[in-house]
């Protein structure tokens, strides 16, 4: 079964709008921890956000926020003010504490198109 | 922040021979690292995770005797595949778990382009 679930291949999005990235995951590990990196043509992974399971508040990065339903399993990335330089493959990823061995999976991505 | 430095960034070898991929922590010790692979427009797969002074973890369907890793010290794994094939051709990447600061995140290598030929 996949344990990260990106459901959108493709998503466009106009200059300086906002613009959510969905991801829904799968664990009973209790402690966990949840990732956005963002993975540009040059194919370097660039750290963006992260979510722990036991955190209360929903995690923000400047224009990135982390919409974390844990009952829903889901840790959906809302970038605000799209830029151009936004364009890019993002990943959201798990990493499971106590049975992961604090591995890190990582889901199928999204491409991300900004339009001027 | 904590840099990675992985090296080669891109290496064109023939059929049959063997390529080492470093992956070194510059500024911090790791005492986890993890090697992944990925093939174009695909997402990152574990291929294994590396522990300083032990022998590596692979994950299911990883060759550990085509992939060999090794993590002889706190700021150093290699990535060793041996008798390339074509199909070994990818874009290999790894990551390092800081050794007791933060360890919410891995830092990331730039990658290596594996073209086999």
């Known amino acids: 079964a996949q344990k990260i679930t990106q459901t959108q291949p493709g998503m466009f999005v106009q200059e300086k709008e906002a613009v959510t990235l969905d991801c829904t995951y799968d664990t009973s590990d209790p402690s966990y921890g949840l990732f956005w990196y963002k993975q540009p043509s040059s194919g370097e992974m660039i750290f963006l956000i992260y979510?722990?399971?036991?955190?209360?508040q929903n995690a923000t990065e400047g224009r990135y926020s982390l919409n974390f339903q844990k009952a829903r399993k889901s840790a959906n990335l809302v970038i605000s003010a799209s830029q151009l330089g936004d364009s890019a493959m993002y990943f959201c990823a798990m990493r499971e504490d106590n049975t992961g061995g604090f591995k890190t999976i990582f889901g199928a991505g999204t491409r991300l198109f900004v339009k001027a | 922040g904590a840099v990675v430095s992985q090296h080669p960034s891109r290496v064109i070898c023939k059929s049959g021979t063997s390529v080492k991929i470093e992956c070194r922590s510059l500024?911090?010790?790791?005492?986890?690292m993890f090697w992944y692979r990925q093939f174009p427009k695909q997402s990152l797969m574990l291929m294994a995770t590396?522990?300083?002074?032990?022998?590596?973890?692979?994950e299911q369907g990883v060759e550990k005797d085509k992939f060999l890793i090794n993590h002889a010290s706190l700021t150093l794994s290699t990535l060793t595949v041996t008798s390339a094939h074509p199909e070994d051709s990818s874009f290999y990447i790894c990551?390092?778990?800081?050794?007791?600061?933060?360890?919410?995140?891995?830092?990331f290598g730039s990658g290596t382009q594996l073209s086999v030929l």
């Open positions: 590396s522990n300083e002074g032990s022998k590596a973890t692979y």
């Open positions: 990551s390092a778990l800081p050794y007791r600061v933060n360890n919410e995140k891995l830092f």
């Open positions: 979510q722990g399971s036991y955190d209360q």
């Open positions: 500024d911090f010790q790791a005492t986890t």
